[in-house]
């Protein structure tokens, strides 16, 4: 059974980049498609983007200029960079696997607040 | 962007009851839609998934219908442990987009 942990920085200030990885362990990562999804205290989901293992991305256009998605299929490691921070990014950051049916398996999720 | 509206935003039922919860989405998602049960201070679950097929271990009292733009969530006897979240997304583009989230809530 497929597992996904994030880590990174808990605690960020406005305008750094926010660094997250994913490691995924107990099954393979090809052929699937590999998202992050963000949900702030309280709020609803919000679909970041996606990767898959031929490099192949797509972004939320709300996102798109600040995202980059990368995967490292050696380390099987997904990353998340969302480079110029506000308060507004203060979220848990999830990732998960998942295409045309759903996202069937998450990561437990990771707290990233962004303060002064 | 595909806009998901899911109605109500909250209920309160009690255990037992049959309750039912509707995404709309802005334009034809044909059966692209997938519905997620999430606690709290948890990741959410996938349970349904091309509108109608019930996820591996899902209990049989969750169903879903629906295609086109009208769908629905199903609990046919709500149980203790249903009180949660729950979200609809569509899955028929990019962006990815989810409903606001339904909270069922104890009567």
């Known amino acids: 059974q497929v597992q996904l942990q994030e880590s990174g920085p808990g605690l960020l200030k406005p305008s750094e980049t926010l660094s997250l990885t994913c490691t995924v362990s107990?099954?393979?990562?090809?052929?699937?498609?590999w998202s992050w999804i963000r949900q702030p205290a309280g709020k609803g989901l919000e679909w970041i983007g996606r990767?898959?293992?031929?490099?192949?991305?797509n972004y939320n256009p709300s996102l798109k200029s600040r995202v980059t998605l990368s995967l490292d299929t050696s380390k099987i490691q997904l990353s998340l960079k969302l480079s110029s921070v506000t308060a507004a990014d203060t979220a848990v950051y999830y990732c998960?696997?998942?295409?045309?049916?759903?996202?069937?398996?998450w990561g437990q999720g990771t707290l990233v607040t962004v303060s002064s | 962007d595909i806009q998901m509206t899911q109605s109500p935003s909250s209920l309160s039922a009690s255990v037992r009851d049959r309750v039912t919860i509707t995404c709309r989405a802005s334009?034809?998602?044909?059966?692209?839609l997938t519905w997620y049960q999430q606690k709290p201070g948890k990741a959410p679950k996938l349970l349904i998934y091309?509108?109608?097929t019930l996820q591996s271990g899902v209990p049989s009292r969750f169903s879903g219908s629906g295609s086109g733009t009208d769908f629905t969530l199903t609990i046919s006897s709500l149980q203790p442990e249903d009180f949660a979240t729950y979200y609809c997304?569509?899955?028929?583009?990019?962006?990815?987009?989810f409903g606001q989230g339904t909270k069922v809530e104890i009567k």
């Open positions: 990767i898959n293992t031929s490099g192949s991305t």
């Open positions: 334009q034809s998602i044909s059966s692209y």
């Open positions: 997304q569509q899955t028929y583009n990019t962006p990815r987009t």
């Open positions: 998960a696997r998942g295409g045309l049916w759903g996202l069937d398996s």
């Open positions: 107990g099954d393979s990562i090809s052929n699937f498609y």
């Open positions: 091309g509108a109608s």
